[in-house]
């Protein structure tokens, strides 16, 4: 840049300075457009199911029998049915998926009830009775199976006092193991902690991959401090910590899960932050700083840095001028002394 002439100099810092108040000029507006935070409402639901999963083991030509209960918390009467669904995933965001048989999910066929229909009074509940019946050669790994409980459109038609038509759908998720030749193979294929978030809230991504034939877990933990070390969070008890946010989840056989842990509240400011993941087969961790500062700020830091820079440029344009106009006149003495 010092390489340039006096006049380019001069355009230069008449650009950065130009830049600094077109960036101060949309400061206001975009403090206008900043989004008030708000908590979604969650809708109640009447109908639940105990257990929500439940782990079983399977072993050639065994039966097994078991039970869920199912519980109406409504004001009333309620009509239910009951199904197995086979139970699976779609993509990495793990939506369920209750029509798609694979190897992994045989068990919705070996699976039967006493009855599938049920009348549950209001704040009642009702057990539901299933049996499974193996067959003799079962697959390697793992098998998982819904046992679904539907109301409204899916069973009968159920009214609530404000005449808005009711339904829904609930169930357990039995996990069974058959033992056999068992593998278990999950691997961190990502684990991200941003480096600027432009919100009260830093949130760390992951996936995993689990490459064996039976489900696994992964733990994962975020950890956020300040730069003197201070918890930026609070437990329970309402004191400073620097564990932000933990999570359990498991990962079906042969399918790569995406997870987001994410902590609210932040203070704008400069924070290490942490996520460590942990799987049967490995441990990852991931750390370093991270701005939060709202984006307005971030473009009022970035307009200051453009002024502290045009006027640098400035101040030594304006120098190298005075050297050039004092050699200027110090030459023309010489020469005027010279001639006479």
């Known amino acids: 840049m010092f390489g ?11 650009k950065l300075a130009i830049a600094a108040v077109a960036c101060s000029a949309i400061l206001v507006p975009l403090f206008a ?26 072993r050639s030509n065994q039966k097994y029998t078991g039970n869920i209960r199912i519980l109406n918390d409504s004001s009333a009467e309620t009509k239910v049915k009951v199904s197995a669904a086979p139970y ?16 992994h999910t045989e068990l919705a066929r ?24 193996a067959p003799k050669n079962l697959p390697d790994g793992g098998q998982y199976v819904a ?6 459109a899916g069973a009968d038609k159920q009214i609530d006092d404000t005449g808005v038509l009711v339904k829904g759908r609930v169930g357990t998720l039995l996990m069974a193991d058959l033992g056999g030749n068992t593998k278990n193979d999950a691997k ?13 809230t830093i949130s760390v991504g992951s996936l995993v991959k689990n490459s064996g034939n039976i489900d696994t877990s992964a733990s994962y933990t975020l950890k956020i401090k300040n730069l003197f070390g201070a918890g930026a969070c609070k437990d329970k008890h309402d004191k400073a910590t620097e564990v932000c946010g933990k999570s359990r ?19 704008t400011g400069l924070y290490l932050v942490s996520q460590d993941i942990k799987t049967s ?40 001028r005075g050297k050039k106009t004092t050699s200027l006149k110090r030459s023309h003495l010489s020469k005027r002394k010279a001639d006479s």
């Open 4 to 14: 340039l002439g006096v006049r380019e100099r001069m355009v230069i810092a008449a």
């Open 33 to 58: 457009l900043q989004p008030a935070l708000g908590s979604k409402e969650k809708n109640p639901n009447n109908i639940s199911v105990k257990p929500v999963t439940r782990r079983i083991k399977l």
């Open 88 to 103: 699976w995933v779609q993509d990495e965001s793990y939506a369920p998926v209750y029509d798609k048989y694979t190897k």
């Open 110 to 133: 070996w699976i039967s009830f006493e009855s599938q229909e049920y009348s549950i009074k209001a704040k009642e509940s009702v057990e539901v009775p299933y049996a499974i019946k």
């Open 147 to 152: 046992i679904l409980v539907e109301f409204g």
């Open 188 to 200: 961190v294929v990502k684990n991200s902690v941003p480096l600027l978030s432009t919100n009260a």
């Open 249 to 267: 989840l498991s990962i079906l056989p042969d399918t790569d899960r995406r997870a987001t842990l994410a902590s609210e509240n932040i203070s």
């Open 281 to 320: 087969e490995q441990t990852s961790t991931v750390t370093h700083l991270v701005l939060v500062a709202p984006l307005p700020v971030i473009i009022a830091g970035l307009c200051l840095i453009l002024v502290i820079l045009a006027g640098i440029v400035t101040a030594i344009v304006r120098r190298i």
